[in-house]
T-cell receptor, first 110, second 115 residues
Framework: ELKVEQNPLFLSMQEGKNYTIYCNYSTTSDRLYWYRQDPGKSLESLFVLLSNGAVKQEGRLMASLDTKARLSTLHITAAVHDLSATYFCAVDFTGNQFYFGTGTSLTVIP | EAQVTQNPRYLITVTGKKLTVTCSQNMNHEYMSWYRQDPGLGLRQIYYSMNVEVTDKGDVPEGYKVSRKEKRNFPLILESPSPNQTSLYFC??????????????FGSGTQLSVL
């Protein structure tokens, strides 16, 4: 079964702290994506990871991919309120079908 | 401006009344797809299209139809909507080709309620 699991589902963190969101997937793939969704809005792309060991960074967010472990992480450094959103990982198992995780709702508290 | 345009944003209908949600992109993307978003389930792919006249089922295609007669348009058709199709729908498009350009660009969403 093709499956993508994210954890945690909900994350409340204080400003300035670090945390990691995990994305596990069920079968081989080397195409993984991270998206952000603000409340009531659409999704926007954060990172595209296309190979084992890929690491991408943008501001306080860093994403990595370990295809052998079937695991991607989204690391948040020194969180700020503007990062409050829902984060989704998505995996392309077949070259044209995207499977999304259930999302991690992040709230950054002052 | 590069964008994916979905219409309508909100739609309330009754069981069995055929409806179409339109999707258009201006980025010359080959790949287009439809998703539904339900609480606790994330996004699930309904249909996708690799190019004009090429469409295929995603994870949850039952009760939906699509067509791709032109590269820019990819409408979603519900021939006989039922209440379990009440959901938030997103259209998306992208280049394909194992580059960082292959990220999905999403439309603004269509909130559908079937009574």
């Amino acid at each position: 079964e093709l499956k993508v699991e994210q954890n945690p589902l909900f994350l409340s963190m204080q400003e300035g702290k670090n945390y990691t969101i995990y994305c596990n997937y069920s079968t081989t793939s080397d195409r993984l994506y991270w998206y952000r969704q603000d409340p009531g809005k659409s999704l926007e792309s954060l990172f595209v990871l296309l190979s084992n060991g890929a690491v991408k960074q943008e501001g306080r967010l860093m994403a990595s991919l370990d295809t052998k472990a079937r695991l991607s992480t989204l690391h948040i450094t020194a969180a700020v309120h503007d990062l409050s959103a829902t984060y989704f990982c998505a995996v392309d198992f077949t070259g044209n079908q995207f499977y999304f995780g259930t999302g991690t709702s992040l709230t950054v508290i002052p | 401006e590069a964008q994916v345009t979905q219409n309508p944003r909100y739609l309330i209908t009754v069981t069995g009344k055929k409806l179409t949600v339109t999707c258009s992109q201006n980025m010359n993307h080959e790949y287009m797809s439809w998703y539904r978003q339900d609480p606790g389930l994330g996004l699930r792919q309904i249909y996708y299209s690799m190019n004009v006249e090429v469409t295929d089922k995603g994870d949850v295609p039952e009760g939906y139809k699509v067509s791709r007669k032109e590269k820019r348009n990819f409408p979603l058709i519900l021939e006989s909507p039922s209440p379990n199709q009440t959901s938030l729908y997103f259209c998306a498009s992208s280049f394909r080709g194992r580059t960082t350009n292959e990220k999905l660009f999403f439309g603004s969403g269509t909130q559908l309620s079937v009574l």
